[in-house]
């Protein structure tokens, strides 16, 4: 069974430009979240869709962060414009009605 | 709401115990354990529910004091590929309503 699947794994860019990172979850959870991680802490949780409804976005930055889960299968997150502040690991994971969570590989950006 | 772990870090030879905890000022409903490996993803551990039993397999088991809203993990005999870093995640209402990761506790094992 595939895992959940992140792309891109790395990406820099210079701060105030838009990126965009993409999470395909594994086949059947309904659950799905994203998470940004900085390093030596704990990943901390962005947004939490159940099937295509964002149940919980209270920490999501709306200002300069979005996301959408079209058809409750893979979702997008996006930054606009990008900030010094946003270099971190973002993290994706699934899991099914709330349990086990499976996480992807991560997509490590860094803005300059 | 952020669990509280400790300790901040250990470091232990080959063979030995060791304990992490990881606490909680809110009334859990579960409490999740997470190993990542540096520059990998957290890979899920175990699960211990409200009311369940201690969990464990192979040399890492866990326990859920639901009086004392706490959870240790423990890691016996430990082996060179348990280095990492353990997170403990919370849950107040189950279905993954709440979730929050606690700050992690990060462990090495020298040979």
């Known amino acids: 069974e595939a895992g959940v699947v992140q792309s891109p794994r790395y990406k820099i860019i210079e701060k105030k430009q838009p990126v965009a990172f993409w999470c395909n979850p594994i086949s059947g959870h309904n659950t799905l979240y994203w998470y940004l991680q900085n390093l030596g802490q704990g990943p901390e949780l962005l947004i939490r869709?159940?099937?295509?409804?964002?149940?919980?976005d209270s920490q999501l930055p709306k200002d300069r962060f979005s996301a959408e889960r079209l058809k409750g299968v893979d979702s997008t997150l996006k930054i606009q414009p990008a900030e010094l502040g946003d270099s971190a690991v973002y993290l994706c994971?699934?899991?099914?009605?709330?349990?086990?969570?499976?996480f992807g590989p991560g997509t490590r950006l860094t803005v300059l | 709401q952020q669990p509280v772990q400790s300790p901040q870090a250990v470091i232990l030879r080959e063979g030995e115990d060791a304990v992490i905890n990881c606490s909680s000022s809110k009334a859990l409903y579960s409490v999740h354990w997470y190993r990542q490996k540096h520059g990998e993803a957290p890979v899920f551990l175990m699960i211990l529910l409200k009311g369940g039993e201690q969990k464990g397999h192979d040399k890492i088991s866990a326990s859920f004091n639901e009086k004392k809203q706490q959870s240790s993990l423990y890691l016996t005999a430990s082996q060179l590929s348990y280095s990492g870093t353990y997170f403990c995640?919370?849950?107040?209402f189950g279905y993954g309503q709440n979730f929050v990761f606690g700050p992690g506790t990060r462990l090495s094992v020298l040979p």
């Open positions: 869709y159940e099937n295509e409804e964002a149940v919980d």
């Open positions: 995640g919370t849950e107040i």
């Open positions: 994971a699934s899991s099914y009605s709330g349990d086990t969570q499976y």
